[in-house]
């Protein structure tokens, strides 16, 4: 099974540069392009949230008609710039977003591995909270199915990452609780994130998580104590993790023309 994830894509009102600099609906597009190029083509795109950036009806009806040319199942998942009405009625044949009650997380079943959204959202606040509810939601459903190889994806990384000003919006609430939970359930593959517009790697309780880089801008890798909140326009990408029995590999694939393919020596493929 081949997983694309995109994550922090920020739309904005009728494609409005982000910041005054980025543009966001274009960057998405090449990134659903490329998505739909690739040989083989990924089985699904899940999006790890901050699909939009002020949660208006308007930037989802963007956000739709961009991710409109995918040809495979796509599920979304709200970020710190979601609104969670909003988006579930601008995405209303999603009816997974539905699962949740106030909250959107949600369990899908009909792939090899199954997929666990976790909605960190703390409405009008940029950090992000897990409460008792959202945590026993998880716990209930990953001890339903002990055995069976399973993804959780949630916004915001439950660790901090060096990276000061966003460590101050992470995870504020919860993580350890969550960290409890998934060091009971080795099923678990990996944890996917979103949020810090970095692809940072890490093994937390006992499981793999992996923050994706976002196919626009990328927050500027700053590890001072004091260092500004700032992005840099490097390379914008997408994660691509492939499953299999044996498990869980991830890759990085950047957005773009590049040079090559080409053969090593003399039409050899070995390196």
Request: aromatic share 6%; proline share 9%; hydrophobic share 40%.
């Amino acid at each position: 099974m081949l997983i694309a994830q995109i994550t922090d894509t920020h739309i904005t009102r009728e494609r409005k540069p982000a910041y005054n600099r980025v543009d966001t609906a274009a960057f998405l597009e090449r990134a659903v392009a490329h998505v739909n190029a690739m040989e083989p083509r990924p089985d699904i795109v899940v999006m790890t949230g901050d699909l939009v950036d002020e949660g208006s009806a308007g930037e989802y009806a963007i956000l739709r008609d961009i991710l409109a040319p995918l040809s495979m199942p796509v599920y979304l998942m709200p970020g710190n710039h979601d609104e969670r009405g909003t988006l579930r009625a601008g995405f209303p044949d999603h009816a997974y977003l539905a699962q949740g009650g106030d909250w959107i997380q949600y369990a899908i079943e009909e792939h090899p591995l199954r997929l666990l959204a976790l909605d960190t959202v703390t409405p009008g606040r940029s950090h992000g909270e897990l409460c008792a509810g959202r945590l026993g939601w998880l716990a209930d459903r990953l001890a339903e199915q002990p055995e069976r190889p399973t993804l959780v994806m949630l916004h915001h990384p439950p660790f901090p990452t060096g990276i000061a000003h966003m460590d101050r919006i992470g995870l504020l609430q919860g993580a350890e609780a969550l960290g409890k939970v998934l060091s009971q359930h080795g099923q678990v593959q990996r944890v996917l994130c979103g949020h810090l517009h970095r692809p940072i790697q890490a093994v937390w309780h006992g499981t793999p998580v992996s923050v994706a880089p976002s196919p626009a801008h990328q927050v500027a890798m700053d590890l001072r104590p004091g260092g500004p909140s700032a992005f840099v326009m490097e390379p914008p990408a997408i994660h691509l993790h492939s499953w299999t029995p044996a498990g869980l590999v991830t890759h990085q694939s950047y957005i773009g023309d590049f040079d090559g393919p080409y053969l090593f020596r003399d039409g050899s493929p070995a390196a």
